[in-house]
Protein backbone atom coordinates (compact mmCIF):
# COMPACT_ATOMS: atom_id res chain seq x y z
CA UNK A 1 0.00 0.00 0.00
CA UNK A 2 1.64 2.89 -1.05
CA UNK A 3 0.84 5.86 1.08
CA UNK A 4 2.95 8.69 -1.30
CA UNK A 5 2.91 8.29 -4.96
CA UNK A 6 5.01 10.21 -7.88
CA UNK A 7 3.04 8.91 -10.77
CA UNK A 8 5.59 10.57 -12.99
CA UNK A 9 8.98 8.22 -13.11
CA UNK A 10 10.62 11.05 -15.18
CA UNK A 11 10.31 14.67 -16.45
CA UNK A 12 12.25 16.71 -18.99
CA UNK A 13 12.11 20.32 -19.21
CA UNK A 14 13.92 22.90 -21.43
CA UNK A 15 16.30 25.12 -19.00
CA UNK A 16 14.74 28.67 -17.89
CA UNK A 17 11.20 27.15 -17.85
CA UNK A 18 8.74 25.81 -15.00
CA UNK A 19 9.04 22.16 -13.65
CA UNK A 20 6.24 20.55 -12.65
CA UNK A 21 6.77 17.77 -10.37
CA UNK A 22 3.35 16.15 -8.49
CA UNK A 23 3.14 14.02 -5.36
CA UNK A 24 -0.48 12.44 -3.97
CA UNK A 25 -0.86 10.51 -0.47
CA UNK A 26 -3.45 8.64 0.93
CA UNK A 27 -3.20 8.91 4.32
CA UNK A 28 -5.22 12.17 6.60
CA UNK A 29 -3.03 11.71 9.58
CA UNK A 30 -0.03 13.44 7.18
CA UNK A 31 0.49 16.66 8.68
CA UNK A 32 4.28 17.55 7.07
CA UNK A 33 5.46 17.45 3.65
CA UNK A 34 9.02 17.79 2.38
CA UNK A 35 10.88 17.42 -1.55
CA UNK A 36 14.01 15.88 -1.05
CA UNK A 37 16.34 16.03 -4.23
CA UNK A 38 19.14 13.46 -4.82
CA UNK A 39 22.37 13.17 -7.19
CA UNK A 40 23.83 10.39 -7.97
CA UNK A 41 26.19 8.12 -5.60
CA UNK A 42 24.87 11.05 -2.91
CA UNK A 43 22.06 10.99 -0.04
CA UNK A 44 18.74 12.54 -0.73
CA UNK A 45 19.29 16.81 0.36
CA UNK A 46 16.66 18.48 1.56
CA UNK A 47 14.84 21.22 -0.57
CA UNK A 48 11.74 22.37 0.74
CA UNK A 49 8.68 21.76 3.17
CA UNK A 50 5.47 22.71 3.72
CA UNK A 51 2.95 22.11 6.73
CA UNK A 52 -0.42 21.09 6.49
CA UNK A 53 -1.58 24.49 8.42
CA UNK A 54 -0.61 25.88 4.66
CA UNK A 55 -0.56 25.62 1.35
CA UNK A 56 2.16 27.41 -0.41
CA UNK A 57 5.65 27.77 0.95
CA UNK A 58 8.34 29.67 -1.18
CA UNK A 59 12.13 29.23 -0.75
CA UNK A 60 14.04 31.50 -3.92
CA UNK A 61 13.59 29.78 -7.30
CA UNK A 62 10.99 26.68 -5.29
CA UNK A 63 7.39 26.66 -4.37
CA UNK A 64 5.91 24.02 -2.75
CA UNK A 65 2.15 24.26 -3.23
CA UNK A 66 -0.62 21.71 -0.76
CA UNK A 67 -3.79 20.69 -1.77
CA UNK A 68 -5.74 19.17 1.51
CA UNK A 69 -8.66 18.23 0.39
CA UNK A 70 -7.37 16.71 -3.01
CA UNK A 71 -4.41 15.39 -1.20
CA UNK A 72 -1.67 16.54 -3.22
CA UNK A 73 1.21 18.36 -3.52
CA UNK A 74 3.73 19.79 -5.92
CA UNK A 75 7.01 21.44 -6.47
CA UNK A 76 7.49 24.01 -8.74
CA UNK A 77 10.79 25.36 -9.66
CA UNK A 78 11.17 28.70 -12.09
CA UNK A 79 13.48 28.82 -13.94
CA UNK A 80 14.11 25.74 -14.21
CA UNK A 81 18.60 24.73 -14.14
CA UNK A 82 20.66 22.25 -15.40
CA UNK A 83 21.98 21.76 -12.20
CA UNK A 84 18.49 20.96 -11.54
CA UNK A 85 18.61 17.67 -13.32
CA UNK A 86 18.22 15.27 -10.39
CA UNK A 87 15.41 12.51 -8.58
CA UNK A 88 13.02 14.46 -6.41
CA UNK A 89 11.48 12.49 -3.72
CA UNK A 90 8.46 13.95 -1.83
CA UNK A 91 8.14 12.33 1.41
CA UNK A 92 5.51 12.73 4.39
CA UNK A 93 5.59 12.54 8.46
CA UNK A 94 2.63 12.94 10.78
CA UNK A 95 2.68 14.76 14.40
CA UNK A 96 3.79 11.11 16.28
CA UNK A 97 6.05 9.90 13.75
CA UNK A 98 8.28 12.83 14.06
CA UNK A 99 11.37 12.04 11.57
CA UNK A 100 9.75 8.71 10.29
CA UNK A 101 9.21 9.64 6.42
CA UNK A 102 7.16 7.78 3.76
CA UNK A 103 8.78 8.33 0.72
CA UNK A 104 7.77 8.56 -2.41
CA UNK A 105 8.74 6.37 -5.83
CA UNK A 106 10.98 9.53 -7.22
CA UNK A 107 10.61 11.80 -10.36
CA UNK A 108 13.81 11.68 -12.45
CA UNK A 109 13.90 15.92 -13.53
CA UNK A 110 16.22 16.44 -16.60
CA UNK A 111 16.62 20.00 -17.50
CA UNK A 112 18.06 19.98 -21.01
CA UNK A 113 20.16 23.48 -21.70
CA UNK B 1 31.19 20.57 10.93
CA UNK B 2 31.56 16.50 9.82
CA UNK B 3 28.23 15.35 8.04
CA UNK B 4 26.58 11.62 8.23
CA UNK B 5 29.10 9.16 6.59
CA UNK B 6 28.55 5.32 6.24
CA UNK B 7 31.25 2.67 5.77
CA UNK B 8 31.50 0.75 3.39
CA UNK B 9 30.50 2.17 0.27
CA UNK B 10 29.85 -1.01 -1.43
CA UNK B 11 29.49 -4.61 -0.55
CA UNK B 12 28.77 -7.83 -1.68
CA UNK B 13 27.46 -10.94 0.00
CA UNK B 14 25.74 -14.38 -0.86
CA UNK B 15 22.16 -15.29 0.02
CA UNK B 16 21.91 -16.51 3.39
CA UNK B 17 24.88 -14.72 4.69
CA UNK B 18 24.88 -11.48 7.66
CA UNK B 19 25.89 -8.18 7.28
CA UNK B 20 26.38 -5.29 9.16
CA UNK B 21 26.64 -1.73 7.88
CA UNK B 22 28.08 1.34 9.77
CA UNK B 23 26.89 5.39 10.25
CA UNK B 24 28.34 8.03 12.11
CA UNK B 25 25.97 11.15 12.63
CA UNK B 26 26.60 14.60 12.52
CA UNK B 27 27.98 16.03 15.22
CA UNK B 28 25.73 17.06 17.57
CA UNK B 29 22.71 14.99 16.31
CA UNK B 30 21.12 12.19 18.71
CA UNK B 31 18.71 10.27 16.58
CA UNK B 32 19.87 7.74 13.55
CA UNK B 33 17.03 6.63 11.53
CA UNK B 34 17.64 3.90 8.21
CA UNK B 35 16.21 3.51 5.07
CA UNK B 36 16.23 1.24 2.45
CA UNK B 37 16.12 2.02 -0.84
CA UNK B 38 15.22 -0.87 -4.11
CA UNK B 39 16.25 0.51 -7.32
CA UNK B 40 14.15 2.54 -9.12
CA UNK B 41 11.71 3.15 -5.47
CA UNK B 42 11.40 5.86 -2.82
CA UNK B 43 13.69 5.39 0.33
CA UNK B 44 11.86 3.21 2.62
CA UNK B 45 11.59 3.33 6.39
CA UNK B 46 13.73 0.33 8.30
CA UNK B 47 13.82 2.00 12.30
CA UNK B 48 15.08 4.69 14.29
CA UNK B 49 17.29 5.11 17.00
CA UNK B 50 17.01 7.22 19.42
CA UNK B 51 19.99 7.76 22.90
CA UNK B 52 19.90 4.54 21.98
CA UNK B 53 17.39 2.88 21.99
CA UNK B 54 14.50 1.58 19.09
CA UNK B 55 12.90 4.24 18.78
CA UNK B 56 10.19 3.23 15.76
CA UNK B 57 10.23 0.64 13.16
CA UNK B 58 8.95 0.22 9.85
CA UNK B 59 7.28 -2.75 8.11
CA UNK B 60 10.59 -5.30 8.33
CA UNK B 61 10.91 -8.53 9.56
CA UNK B 62 13.01 -9.15 12.81
CA UNK B 63 16.24 -10.24 10.83
CA UNK B 64 16.81 -6.43 10.02
CA UNK B 65 18.39 -5.07 13.94
CA UNK B 66 20.14 -2.01 14.45
CA UNK B 67 22.51 -0.99 17.57
CA UNK B 68 23.10 3.07 18.43
CA UNK B 69 26.10 3.48 20.39
CA UNK B 70 27.11 6.08 23.36
CA UNK B 71 28.64 8.25 20.47
CA UNK B 72 25.12 8.03 18.52
CA UNK B 73 26.46 6.26 15.63
CA UNK B 74 25.02 3.33 14.65
CA UNK B 75 24.86 -0.41 12.94
CA UNK B 76 22.22 -1.99 10.52
CA UNK B 77 22.80 -5.55 10.80
CA UNK B 78 20.81 -8.22 8.40
CA UNK B 79 20.98 -11.41 8.97
CA UNK B 80 20.08 -14.40 6.62
CA UNK B 81 20.34 -12.14 3.62
CA UNK B 82 18.01 -12.74 0.57
CA UNK B 83 18.16 -11.67 -3.37
CA UNK B 84 15.53 -8.47 -1.94
CA UNK B 85 17.38 -7.34 0.56
CA UNK B 86 19.60 -6.26 -1.78
CA UNK B 87 19.58 -2.13 -2.47
CA UNK B 88 20.68 1.26 -1.03
CA UNK B 89 21.00 1.56 2.10
CA UNK B 90 20.65 5.41 3.90
CA UNK B 91 20.78 6.29 7.28
CA UNK B 92 19.83 9.98 8.53
CA UNK B 93 20.72 11.72 11.62
CA UNK B 94 19.10 14.80 13.28
CA UNK B 95 18.39 15.84 16.84
CA UNK B 96 15.80 14.98 18.83
CA UNK B 97 12.92 12.97 17.96
CA UNK B 98 9.01 11.82 18.07
CA UNK B 99 6.94 14.64 17.85
CA UNK B 100 7.41 16.98 15.23
CA UNK B 101 9.69 16.86 12.36
CA UNK B 102 13.08 17.76 12.64
CA UNK B 103 15.63 18.59 9.86
CA UNK B 104 17.57 14.65 9.25
CA UNK B 105 20.91 14.83 7.36
CA UNK B 106 21.14 11.69 4.91
CA UNK B 107 24.46 9.79 4.63
CA UNK B 108 25.50 8.61 0.54
CA UNK B 109 24.33 5.54 1.66
CA UNK B 110 26.09 1.82 1.13
CA UNK B 111 25.38 -0.32 -2.06
CA UNK B 112 24.42 -3.73 -1.04
CA UNK B 113 24.25 -6.25 -3.74
CA UNK B 114 22.98 -10.01 -2.49
CA UNK B 115 24.25 -13.34 -5.17
Known amino acids: DQQVKQNSPSLSVQEGRISILNCDYT??????FLWYKKYPAEGPTFLIS?????DKNEDGRFTVFLNKSAKHLSLHIVPSQPGDSAVYFC????????????FGGGTRLMVKP | ETGVTQSPTHLIKTRGQQVTLRCSSQ?????VSWYQQALGQGPQFIFQ???????GRGNFPPRFSGLQFPNYSSELNVNALELDDSALYLC???FGAGGSYNEQFFGPGTRLTVL
Open chain 2, 92 to 94: ASS
Open chain 1, 27 to 32: NSMFDY
Open chain 1, 50 to 54: ISSIK
Open chain 1, 91 to 102: AASHNNAGNMLT
Open chain 2, 27 to 31: SGHNT
Open chain 2, 49 to 55: YYREEEN
